[in-house]
């Protein structure tokens, strides 16, 4: 079974420009959850989806974040426009329903330059 | 959601027990002690989870007193593979809901030949 998967790996911008990134959950987790490390700080959460619908965005941290969730499967989290302390990983993790979503798996994470 | 805290870094060598300790003076009633594995440039992993006594799994036991203040992740005679970052965390586990995980620092676990 394939696990989640992110897309870049790694992306470098320039300040003000645009970048998405991309998160497909395993299969059949409704549970998609993004997280993100910034340069010397700890994991934190940034949102929550149950399927395609935002359950909890508590974390974003202003509004040149947006995330999405098509037809509850992959999910996009997109930064626009960019700034220097937007760079860090951003993780992905996705996780059952029955459980409660306290296993949660995460992918390898984007690293995000911001320059 | 309760505060954790546990030692900033940690060294062993092959063949040796780890036990990491993290105390949670203020778990409520509903929380469970969950540990996460983290290796550089992978995201974190889920190594296990419990509530009071002990638990065990493949990977590693998990030692909670009575009064759950505290736990202990154990990790059986390890290797070099070993050596990530072991993160604590305490929450409720919901049935049907979810959980945003709060991570801390972490321990840096070093596991040298």
């Known amino acids: 079974e394939a696990g989640v998967t992110q897309f870049p790996s790694h992306s470098v911008i320039e300040k003000g420009q645009t970048v998405t990134l991309r998160c497909d959950p395993i299969?059949?987790?409704?549970?998609l959850y993004w997280y993100r490390r910034v340069m010397g700080k700890e994991i934190k959460f940034l949102l929550h989806f149950v399927k395609e619908s935002k359950q909890d965005e508590s974390g974003m941290p202003n509004n040149r974040f947006l995330a999405e969730r098509t037809g509850g499967t992959y999910s996009t989290l997109k930064v626009q426009p960019a700034e220097l302390e937007d760079s860090g990983v951003y993780f992905c993790a996705s996780s059952q329903t029955r459980d409660g979503g306290y296993e949660q798996y995460f992918g390898p994470g984007t690293r995000l330059t911001v320059t | 959601l309760a505060k954790t805290t546990q030692p900033i870094s940690m060294d062993s060598y092959e063949g040796q027990e780890v036990n990491i300790t993290c105390s949670h003076n203020n778990i409520a009633t509903n929380d469970y002690i969950t540990w996460y594995q983290q290796f550089p440039s992978q995201g974190p992993r889920f190594i296990i989870q419990?509530?009071?006594t002990k638990v065990t799994n493949e990977v590693a036991s998990l030692f909670i007193p009575a009064d759950r203040k505290s736990s202990t992740l154990s990790l059986p005679r390890v290797s070099l593979s070993d050596t990530a970052v072991y993160y604590c965390l305490v929450g409720a586990r919901f049935s049907g809901g979810y959980n945003k995980l709060i991570f801390g620092a972490g321990t840096r676990l070093a596991v040298h030949p």
């Open positions: 419990g509530y009071k």
């Open positions: 299969s059949g987790h409704d549970n």
